[in-house]
T-cell receptor, first 114, second 115 residues
Framework: DVKVTQSSRYLVKRTGEKVFLECVQD?????MFWYRQDPGLGLRLIYF???????EKGDIPEGYSVSREKKERFSLILESASTNQTSMYLC?????????????FGDGTRLSIL | KQEVTQIPAALSVPEGENLVLNCSFT??????LQWFRQDPGKGLTSLLL?????REQTSGRLNASLDKSSGRSTLYIAASQPGDSATYLC??????????????FGTGTQLKVEL
């Protein structure tokens, strides 16, 4: 089974801090994704990566950046945290190989910015 | 731009009932459609994926269908159990740069199966 591990389940940070959210997958997947999930808005794509050092913006990239130095690890960075970034953050990975490959998700990080 | 809608937002049924969850999407040029389950405070568990060339997929008591022409997918749950209580999300897949698969999510149907 694919395992996607997010480093923290709960995180509390202060406004203006630089915040790192880490995600690791164990299936040698090329594609990795960061989403945020908010009530009434569903899941929205922040960034994705289709290979090491390759990244593309999703639908809501403002205020975020990402890093993918190794294939198994994809980091989401909040450059200067703000209260409107309080949310549930979900990481996912997916192998290449056509339309039958599902995305696999981690358990999420609930981030609170005070 | 793909938009995905799930109705109803919440559903409560007695144990043992067969039920159908609905999902509609606006762009019929869909790459695939994926159904997920989410338990409170947890991540998403993939249930079924239907490729654009397929009409349905089955796994145990679950059956998902896809009708691209009408922009609809349904998730059928047979003989529901209290353990099926969760939020069910559908997501329409499109193509991303580098061969990735972009999922556009609905806001989910919260299901409660009562004893």
């Amino acid at each position: 089974d694919v395992k996607v591990t997010q480093s923290s389940r709960y995180l509390v940070k202060r406004t203006g801090e630089k915040v790192f959210l880490e995600c690791v997958q164990d299936m040698d997947h090329e594609n990795m994704f960061w989403y945020r999930q908010d009530p009434g808005l569903g899941l929205r794509l922040i960034y994705f990566s289709y290979d090491v050092k390759m990244k593309e913006k999703g639908d809501i990239p403002e205020g975020y950046s990402v890093s993918r130095e190794k294939k198994e690890r994809f980091s989401l960075i909040l450059e200067s945290a703000s209260t409107n970034q309080t949310s549930m953050y979900l990481c996912a990975s997916r192998g290449t190989g056509g339309m039958y490959q599902p995305q696999h998700f981690g358990d999420g990080t609930r981030l609170s910015i005070l | 731009k793909q938009e995905v809608t799930q109705i109803p937002a919440a559903l409560s049924v007695p144990e043992g009932e067969n039920l159908v969850l609905n999902c509609s999407f606006t762009d019929s040029a869909i790459y695939n459609l994926q159904w997920f389950r989410q338990d409170p405070g947890k991540g998403l568990t993939s249930l079924l994926l239907i490729q654009s060339s397929q009409r349905e997929q089955t796994s145990g008591r679950l059956n998902a269908s896809l009708d691209k022409s009408s922009g609809r997918s349904t998730l059928y749950i047979a003989a529901s159990q209290p353990g099926d209580s969760a939020t069910y999300l559908c997501a329409g897949g499109g193509i991303l740069t580098g061969g990735g698969n972009k999922l556009t999510f609905g806001t989910g149907t919260q299901l409660k199966v009562e004893l």
